[in-house]
């Protein structure tokens, strides 16, 4: 059994975890733990103090009861509101704290651009512009290429968290560029675990999601590989061939 922390902002889609537990069908198990949001509000000083080392640490020892073995900051706009730099800091420090393997929804995002083979990527945020250039800029850091980026001009998790099916569809696909390797739809606070295959197979290119990356992440930081298709590309390994000698 490997088990996985995550700890997570208010109360939004944390039912993609059980969801993403079920599909990926194996000897694995997401703990999650939610933080406290404060105040609910897609705005760059609120966000800092959502992912501040106070909010975080108290989540930790829920964590450790819970067996976890690698912790992920399950939240993207509370980790690259602070840049490359200070998402490093608050990771480290979230690892300190916890005595384990950490990392957050935004470097997860990174790592799993590279996984997909994307150069090139088209964010397609809920949040509003400003925040979304924020997220942009955090992956350019990371030697991504962003080709386009699209707010929505949300302000709040609960507003996305009452998203369905057709607004993430229509997010994805108003979101893509031509030039786009992979499409990004950067925001825990929406359900998307549900359909991550059918856009793919409608984008005809990887999708990358929050909550997705972000179990992804952790099943990385503790050398884990699961081939779940349901889950996308990113979940998907090449077939084993077997030579015949």
Not at 39 to 47: G, I, P, S
Not at 74 to 96: I, K
Not at 164 to 179: C, I, Q, S, Y
């Amino acid at each position: 059994m490997t088990a996985l922390g995550f700890l997570y902002p208010g109360h939004s889609a944390e039912d993609d975890y059980p969801r993403i537990e079920q599909l990926l069908g194996s000897d694995i198990r997401l703990a999650v733990i939610h933080t406290d949001i404060g105040e609910d509000a897609h705005r760059v000083d609120a966000l800092l103090e959502m992912g501040s080392p106070a909010r975080l640490a108290a989540g930790v020892e829920e964590l450790r009861l819970a067996g976890a073995e690698a912790v992920v900051w399950a939240c993207t706009s509370g980790s690259f509101v602070h840049g490359w730099e200070g998402a490093q800091e608050q990771v480290r420090s979230l690892a300190r704290a916890a005595g384990l393997p950490a990392s957050s929804t935004s470097f997860a995002f990174a790592h799993a651009v590279r996984e997909v083979g994307a150069g090139r990527v088209a964010i397609a945020a809920t949040y509003p512009d400003d925040v979304a250039a924020l997220f942009a800029a955090f992956l350019k850091a990371s030697g991504t290429e962003v080709v386009s980026v699209r707010g929505s001009g949300i302000m709040t998790a609960a507003e996305v968290g009452t998203w369905g099916r057709d607004e993430v569809g229509e997010l994805a696909r108003t979101g893509d560029h031509p030039d786009a390797e992979a499409v990004l739809l950067p925001d825990t606070a929406l359900h998307t675990a549900a359909h991550i295959r059918d856009l793919e197979q409608e984008l005809g290119k990887p999708l990358l999601t929050a909550n997705q990356v972000t179990v992804w992440e952790a099943l990385r930081l503790v050398s884990r590989r699961v081939n779940a298709p349901e889950l996308g590309a990113l979940f998907t390994k090449e077939p084993i061939v077997q030579v015949k000698g």
